[in-house]
C-alpha cells in the first residue's frame, strides 16, 4: 500500500513527487511512457513567466508569480540551466500599447517585481534587430529561459533518490474507489494508495472522470517551432512577445539556454491530444509572425521543428482542487504550467494535507542535484576531471562538446534513459546543428553497452521507435 501515487511526469507530476518526497511517506509515480518530461513538458516555449498574463485574483495568477519566485534557486540547487534574461511585450502601435498597459496593470496586481513600460527607442537600444514600427514595450525583467524537460527530471531524479519510485511504461487505466484507500489499475498490474495526484497532463480530464463527474475538458491545442541555430542567438537578447490576444500569448522569439533561438508558437485546436507533428500551415504561421518581431530572422538556419499540445480547457485558469475524498486534481496545467510548477506543488501537499493526509517531514532529506558538464569547467578542473577519469576527455557530441563520461553518468543516473533522446535530453547529445547525425550512432553504442543490452533494444525516443531493425551481417566475436 502506498501512500500516494501520482498519475502523470510531466514537470507538475515530477514537483510533486519532489515536495511530497521530502515527508515520510511511500510515493509510487505512474507513467504511461517510457522516460519523465515526454508530454507538454518537453515541448513548450521554456519560459520562466513574470506572471503579468493571468488574470488577477485567479490561482494561475498567484502560482505564475510564486512559482517564478522559486525558479532561480531551486534550480541552483539542482543543477538546472537557468537564465533571468527578462521579456518584452512588443506593441507596434498605440492601440497595442493600450493592451501593453493593461498588462503592466494586471502585473501589478499579481505582484510582478520591477516592470517597466518603454519607449521604442529604448525598446530598439535593448533589441537592435527588431522591426522599427515598435512604439514600445512592457519591459518585465523577472521572467526566464530554461531546459522543462531536466527541470521535471531534476525533480523526479530528487524524489527517487528520496525513496519515491517511478514506474515507467505503466498507463493507469481505471481507478477503484476502496474501503479507505484507490486501487490504481494500469497496463502493469494494480497499485494500492490511500492518496491520488492526477497529473496527467492532456489526459487528466480521463483520469478524473476516473473517480468523479467532469467538471472540465481538455481541448487539446497545438503549438509548432522553429529551433534556430546558434549564430541566430544575437538576434534577440530577451524573451520578445507580441501582444497577446484570445489564442495566447501570441508567436515568441527568444534564446534557449542552450544558446539557440527558439521561435513560435502557433496555436491551433486539435482533437488528438497526442498529435505533435508539425504542418506546412503552422509553421508559415510563425514565420509570418515572427518577422514581424525581427525582420532580420533567417529560416534557412533553423535546425528542428517541434510541436507541443496544450492542456488547455474551457475554463481560463487550472484545474486544481479536491475532484474526490482523497483525489486531487493537478490538473489542465496550460502555460504558465512549467513557470508554475514549484508553487502547484507547495499547494498540493496542502490540499492532501486538507484530506487528512499526515506529512511527517523526513529527516535530511535530499534536495540537491549534481550534474557535472564538462565544457562548463575551467582547463585545470577539464584535467582534473580527465585524471579521474579518462571518459571526460572523449568529446562525443561535437556540436555540444559532451563526453563520453557525461553520456556514461546519465546512463547510471536514478532515472537512466533507454533511448537517444532520453540521453540527449539528460546532456545535450544531438542538440547541435547536425541533430545528432554524427554523434547518434555514438550513443547508441554507449547505451547498449551500459545497459548491457543488444544494439536492437535501443531507441530514438518513445515506445516502438527502434533505430537498429535487423542485423544485415553476422558478428564476429572475439
Ligand atoms: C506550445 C506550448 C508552450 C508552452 N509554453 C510555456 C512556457 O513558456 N512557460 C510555461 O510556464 N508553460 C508553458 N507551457 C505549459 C507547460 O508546458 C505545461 O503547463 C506543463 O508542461 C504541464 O506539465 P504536466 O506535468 O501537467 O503535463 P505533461 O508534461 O504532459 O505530463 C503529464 C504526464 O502524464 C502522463 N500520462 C498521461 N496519461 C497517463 C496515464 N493514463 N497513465 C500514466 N501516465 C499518464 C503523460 O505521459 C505525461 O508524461 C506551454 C505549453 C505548450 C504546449
Redesign the pocket.
Known amino acids: 500500500m502506498y501512500d500516494v501515487a501520482i498519475?502523470?511526469?510531466?514537470?507538475?507530476?515530477a514537483a510533486a513527487a519532489f515536495e511530497l518526497s521530502k515527508y515520510e511517506l511511500n510515493i509510487v509515480i505512474?507513467?504511461?511512457?517510457n522516460d519523465?518530461?515526454?508530454?507538454?513538458?518537453r515541448?513548450?516555449?521554456?519560459?520562466?513567466?513574470a506572471g503579468y498574463d493571468p488574470r488577477p485574483g485567479t490561482l494561475m495568477a498567484k502560482l505564475n508569480v510564486q512559482g517564478n519566485a522559486m525558479t532561480e534557486a531551486l534550480c541552483r540547487q539542482l543543477s538546472v540551466p537557468f537564465s533571468r534574461i527578462g521579456s518584452l511585450v512588443l506593441a507596434f502601435s498605440q492601440d497595442e500599447m493600450k493592451t501593453v498597459w493593461d498588462l503592466y496593470t494586471r502585473g501589478l496586481a499579481n505582484g510582478v517585481p520591477d516592470m517597466e513600460i518603454l519607449w521604442g527607442e529604448k525598446v530598439r537600444e535593448l533589441e537592435p534587430e527588431i522591426n522599427g514600427q515598435v512604439v514600445g514595450a512592457l519591459y518585465a525583467p523577472s521572467a526566464g529561459i530554461i531546459y522543462?524537460w531536466e527541470y521535471a527530471l531534476a525533480f523526479a531524479e530528487t524524489a527517487v533518490r528520496n525513496g519515491a519510485e517511478l514506474r515507467l511504461n505503466?498507463?493507469?487505466t481505471g481507478i477503484e474507489k476502496r474501503d479507505g484507500f484507490y486501487r490504481i489499475h494500469t497496463n502493469n498490474g494494480d497499485y494500492d494508495a490511500r492518496y491520488v495526484v492526477n497529473?496527467?497532463?492532456?489526459?487528466s480530464g480521463?483520469?478524473h472522470s476516473m473517480v468523479a463527474e467532469p467538471t472540465f475538458t481538455i481541448r487539446p491545442n497545438r503549438?509548432e517551432y522553429y529551433l534556430m541555430d546558434k549564430c541566430e542567438v544575437t538576434r534577440a537578447n530577451h524573451v520578445l512577445f507580441q501582444c497577446p490576444n484570445e489564442d495566447g500569448k501570441g508567436v515568441l522569439v527568444a534564446p534557449t539556454v542552450g544558446g539557440n533561438l527558439i521561435v513560435g508558437?502557433n496555436a491551433e485546436s486539435v482533437s488528438d491530444p497526442e498529435r505533435v507533428n508539425n504542418t506546412a500551415a503552422g509553421m508559415a504561421f510563425v514565420r509570418t509572425k515572427a518577422l514581424k518581431s525581427v525582420p532580420t530572422l533567417n529560416f534557412r538556419n533553423s535546425i528542428r521543428n517541434f510541436a507541443?499540445?496544450?492542456?488547455n480547457t474551457e475554463h481560463d485558469e487550472f484545474q486544481i482542487g479536491v475532484a474526490a475524498e482523497n483525489f486531487i486534481d493537478?490538473a489542465g496545467?496550460?502555460?504558465?504550467?512549467?513557470?508554475?510548477a514549484p508553487a502547484i506543488a507547495l499547494y498540493a501537499v496542502e490540499l492532501l494535507r486538507g484530506c487528512g493526509m499526515r506529512a511527517v517531514p523526513r529527516e535530511n532529506p535530499v534536495t540537491t542535484r549534481e550534474r557535472l558538464c564538462v565544457r562548463m569547467l575551467s582547463d585545470p578542473q577539464k584535467n582534473e576531471a580527465i585524471r579521474r577519469n579518462p571518459l571526460y576527455g572523449r568529446v562525443i557530441c561535437r556540436c555540444e562538446t559532451v563526453t563520453e563520461g557525461e553520456i556514461v553518468d546519465a546512463i547510471h543516473s536514478p532515472i537512466p534513459p533507454c533511448s537517444l533522446d532520453g540521453v540527449k535530453r539528460r546532456v545535450g547529445t544531438g542538440m547541435g546543428r547536425c541533430q545528432g547525425g554524427f554523434c547518434g550512432p555514438r550513443v547508441l553504442e554507449i547505451l547498449a553497452r551500459e545497459l548491457r543490452t543488444d544494439r536492437l533494444n535501443i531507441l530514438q525516443d518513445g515506445a516502438g521507435s527502434h533505430i537498429l531493425m535487423s542485423r544485415t551481417k553476422r558478428e564476429v566475436s572475439e
Do not use: D, F, Q, W
Request: charged share 15%; proline share 6%; aromatic share 0%.
Open positions: 498519475v502523470g511526469c510531466g514537470v507538475i507530476g505512474l507513467e504511461k511512457e519523465v518530461s515526454m508530454g507538454e513538458t515541448a513548450n516555449s521554456a519560459i520562466i513567466h522543462p505503466t498507463s493507469v497529473a496527467a497532463g492532456v489526459h480521463e483520469i503549438g508558437p507541443g499540445i496544450r492542456a493537478l496545467i496550460k502555460s504558465p504550467g512549467l513557470t508554475s
